[in-house]
C-alpha cells in the first residue's frame, strides 16, 4: 500500500511540475513563427470577434496557433494611462499565450507609450533622474516584470532591450543622433549613454532569466546599420541578437518598388550575421491590409529570401489582428487613424499573408 501512494504522490508532483511550465508548440532555438499581438486584450474588451476562415469565432491566439504561430511578442509600458500594456496586462497575455504552447518575447519600450524612431520619451515618473539613476531604473523596470513574468511561470525565450532605437533611447539623454538640416549629427556622448542605459537593461535581464536571449532592434531591414551595431558595442553596449523591422509596402508611397527592399533586406540580413556571428530576428514584418493578393506576394517573396540566407532566427508579424478600422482609444484624441497594416479580412478572418507565415 506504502509503495502505491509514494506512486501516486510522485505523479502528482509530475502533474504539478509540467502544468506549471507550458509546454511549447516548438523547441527553443527553431524558426520563430510569431506575431506581436499587444492590442489583443484591448480588442477583447472593445467586443472585437476573430473568426476562422468557416466565420467560426475564436479566441484570438487559439486562431492564431490554429494557423502555425508558435510565438507571440508582447510590448511593454512604464505607466501608460489605460494600463494597456503595463505589466499587470502584459503578464495576463504572456500567461495566456504560454498556456497554448506558445514562445515569448518581451519587448520593453522603456517609455509610458510607444518608442520607435521618432520618439523615445522618458516615462514620466523618471523624467528629473541623473544618467545613474536612469541606468537603476531601467534594471529596476527590467526585472520587476521579469520577475513577475517568472512568478506567473513564464519564461521568456527573447527579451528585447528598447523598441527600434535606431537613435537610440531615453531621449534626450540616450539620443545618439539627431537630425540637423537633412543630415545627422552625433550627440555629444549619446553613443556612451546609449551603451551604458542598454547594458543596465542586458544585465538586468539575464539576472532574472540567464538564458534569455537579448535583442537590440532597429527599424529597417533593408538599410546597412552594421555601424549601428558596432558603435553600440565599441561603447560598451550588449546583446546577444539583432533585431530589425521590416515595413517593404510602405515605400509604395515613396515610389520604392518592394522587390528592392525585399532584395536589400536579404543582403543586409546577411552582412550583419556575417559581420557580428549568431542569427538574425525579423521582429516585426507588416503589409498592407487593404491589398490582400499582393501583400501575400510580397510577404512570401519576402520570407523565401530569409529561408534562404540560413542566419533567420524568425519573423513576427506586428499586430496582424487588426481589422474593420478598430483603433485604440487614444488614436482618437492624438487625431490618428486606425491602423492599416494588419492580416485579417474586413469581416475578421485571417488574410494570406498571415497563412504564408505560419504554414
Known sequence: MRKHILLACFALLLFAACSHTPKTDSP?????KGADISWFTEQERDGVIFCNDKGKPM??????????????RLRVWVNHETGWCNKDDVITKAVRAAKQGQRIMIDFHYSDYFADPSTQTIPAEWQDYDLTMMCEAVARHT?????ALKHAGVTPEWVQVGNETTYGMLWPMGRT??????????????????????????????????DAIVIVHHDNA??????????????????????????????????????????????????LAEEFGGKIMIAEVGMVSAEEELSAIVMKDFLDRM????????????????????????YEALGWGSY????????????????????
Not at 189 to 199: D, E, S
Not at 225 to 246: A, C, E, P, Q, V
Open 340 to 359: 492599416e497594416m494588419g492580416a485579417f479580412t474586413p469581416d475578421g478572418r485571417p488574410q494570406k499573408a498571415l497563412k504564408i507565415l505560419f504554414e
Open 222 to 271: 533593408y538599410l546597412d546599420n552594421t555601424t549601428f551595431y558596432h558603435n553600440l558595442l565599441d561603447n560598451g553596449g550588449k546583446f546577444d541578437m539583432i533585431g530589425l523591422s521590416h515595413y517593404p509596402m510602405m515605400l509604395l508611397w515613396c515610389g520604392k518598388p518592394w522587390q528592392e527592399m525585399n532584395t536589400l533586406a536579404e543582403a543586409n540580413v546577411l552582412k
Open 177 to 210: 543622433e539627431i537630425r540637423q538640416d537633412s543630415a545627422l549629427v552625433e550627440c555629444e556622448g549619446g553613443w556612451q549613454r546609449y551603451a551604458l542605459l542598454t547594458a543596465a537593461g542586458y544585465d538586468a535581464v539575464k539576472s532574472v532569466f540567464p
Open 59 to 72: 479566441e484570438c491566439i487559439s486562431l492564431l496557433r490554429s494557423l502555425g504561430m508558435n510565438s507571440v
Open 143 to 147: 526585472i520587476d516584470v521579469l520577475s
Open 28 to 32: 527553443r532555438g527553431s524558426y520563430a
Open 307 to 330: 529561408s534562404a540566407t540560413g542566419v533567420c532566427a524568425g519573423v513576427f508579424y506586428w499586430e496582424p489582428q487588426v481589422f474593420a478600422g478598430w483603433k485604440p482609444k487614444e
